[in-house]
Antibody
Framework: QVQLQESGPGLLKPSQTLSLTCSVS??????????WSWVRQPAGKGLEWIGR???????DYNPSLKSRVSISVDTSKNQFSLRLSSVTAADTAIYYC?????????????WGQGTLVTVSS | QSVLTQPPSVSAAPGQKVTISCSGG????????VSWYRQLPGTAPKLLIF???KRPSGIPDRFSGSNSGTSATLVITGLQTGDEADYYC???????????FGTGTKVTVL
């Protein structure tokens, strides 16, 4: 079965760029049915959808983050990545990667275990 | 702030039933499918219901979903202590062209 695992720096300073990678195992990413997605959750708060990318390169982003976020897919490595620029303390959260589906369906399964990213000077 | 509203908490005794609502609008629940997730403390969310009413393999039929207009509902019957968790609804918002999640509901087993 497909499994996802996030990796990347856990501590950033304000104004730096957050870069996370999600490694996909147990299956190929070459499937246009799925969108490779990122979701985050600040401590004690709810889930926030960040964005997604299809293997074709089509992307969608949360309007509130659109100017700072980029998601890309590398099928040769079975990985996809998140970049979020100009981070502030408000970007401190657990970041999850997940396999998602097309727009009107938009369900996520499976999820990675999550990785905590802290932004602090 | 989320475009989908859920009650902050619900509770019931073991064996009883809880109902969690998810209220949205025409651009989201009104025209797209709803999914539900359970998040146990300290763990990643897990898919419980997709496409309004479907259960992934391994999810017991104690969990059921329904949808009416611009609202969706998750029902948990035969409540167990292991069901204590946060529950989130999710869908696509066609106006925002973005995924959206509900505010989350904490289920407490009394």
């Amino acid at each position: 079965q497909v499994q996802l695992q996030e990796s990347g720096p856990g501590l950033l300073k304000p104004s730096q760029t957050l870069s996370l990678t999600c490694s996909v195992s147990g299956g190929s990413m070459n499937n246009d049915v799925y969108f490779w997605s990122w979701v985050r959750q600040p401590a004690g708060k709810g889930l926030e959808w960040i964005g997604r990318s299809a293997t074709s390169g089509i992307t969608d982003y949360n309007p509130s983050l659109k100017s700072r976020v980029s998601i890309s897919v590398d099928t040769s490595k079975n990985q996809f990545s998140l970049r979020l620029s100009s981070v502030t303390a408000a970007d401190t959260a657990i970041y999850y990667c997940a396999r998602g589906t097309a727009s009107t369906y938009n369900w996520f399964d499976p999820w990675g275990q999550g990785t905590l990213v802290t932004v602090s000077s | 702030q989320s475009v989908l509203t859920q009650p902050p908490s619900v509770s019931a005794a073991p064996g009883q039933k809880v109902t969690i609502s998810c209220s949205g609008g025409r651009s989201n629940i009104g025209n797209n499918y709803v999914s539900w997730y359970r998040q146990l403390p300290g763990t990643a969310p897990k898919l419980l219901i997709f496409e309004n009413i479907k259960r992934p393999s391994g999810i017991p039929d104690r969990f059921s979903g329904s949808n009416s207009g611009t609202s969706a509902t998750l029902v948990i019957t035969g409540l167990q202590t292991g069901d204590e968790a946060d529950y989130y609804c999710g869908t696509w918002d066609s106006r925002l062209s973005a995924g959206v999640f509900g505010t989350g509901t904490k289920v407490t087993v009394l």
